[in-house]
T-cell receptor, first 115, second 113 residues
């Protein structure tokens, strides 16, 4: 099955700096790569996703890049703010129809943005 | 937009009792419902996959007789934790899959005392 590796497990940056979280996946059939933000005591919230027919996607301060050949994708957060502090999860799945496949999650990255 | 309503959000139960968690898809049909659990400071681990009208497929190491899943309709799936024990205390979350993609329930924090 799919195996998703995520690094680093913890990341501390100063406010205003950039943060980068990287994930690799094993199943070349995976074609959907979402990123989730989980705040303490809450469920994960989708922040951005990318499909395998696209190499990069950006939404304001957040961007995701995908390298299909190397089977890795990354989350980039620019101009970080204290409210970006949370646990971030990457995931991968094969999703092209109604039934789809389960999301396989990375182990998470605890991001701390210090003022 | 698509919403999965998950209840209860929190439940405390005594060891040996059963707990039912319900997930309803609103404004869309969840042909597939995925059930995950998340232990503190860990990732979401898939427990089982259920398709409407058929038996759930359980992941290795997940006891199907302990975690009963019912997906009788395209809008309702339930997970029953039978004879709960303290080690079953966890955050359980359902994810519905329909034509529009994945929709997360808000999660259920189960504490077994």
């Amino acid at each position: 099955g799919e195996n998703v590796e995520q690094h680093p497990s913890t990341l501390s940056v100063q406010e205003g700096d950039s943060a980068v979280i990287k994930c690799t996946y094993s199943d070349s059939a995976s074609n959907y790569f979402p990123w989730y933000k989980q705040e303490l005591g809450k469920g994960p919230q989708l922040i951005i996703d990318i499909r395998s027919n696209v190499g990069e996607k950006k939404d304001q301060r957040i961007a995701v890049t995908l390298n299909k050949t190397a089977k890795h994708f990354s989350l980039h957060i620019t101009e970080t703010q204290p409210e970006d502090s949370a646990v971030y999860f990457c995931a991968a799945s094969t999703s092209g129809s109604n039934s789809g496949y389960a999301l396989n999650f990375g182990k998470g990255t605890s991001l701390l943005v210090t003022p | 937009g698509a919403v999965v309503s998950q209840h209860p959000s929190r439940v405390i139960c005594k060891s040996g009792t059963s707990v039912k968690i319900e997930c309803r898809s609103l404004d869309f049909q969840a042909t597939t419902m995925f059930w995950y659990r998340q232990f503190p400071k860990q990732s979401l681990m898939l427990m089982a996959t259920s398709n409407e009208g058929s038996k759930a497929t359980y992941e290795q190491g997940v006891e199907k007789d302990k975690f009963l899943i019912n997906h009788a309709s395209l809008t309702l799936s339930t997970l029953t934790v039978t004879s709960a024990h303290p080690e079953d205390s966890s955050f359980y979350i359902c994810i519905g899959k329909g034509a529009g993609g994945y929709t997360f329930g808000s999660g259920t924090r189960l504490t077994v005392v």
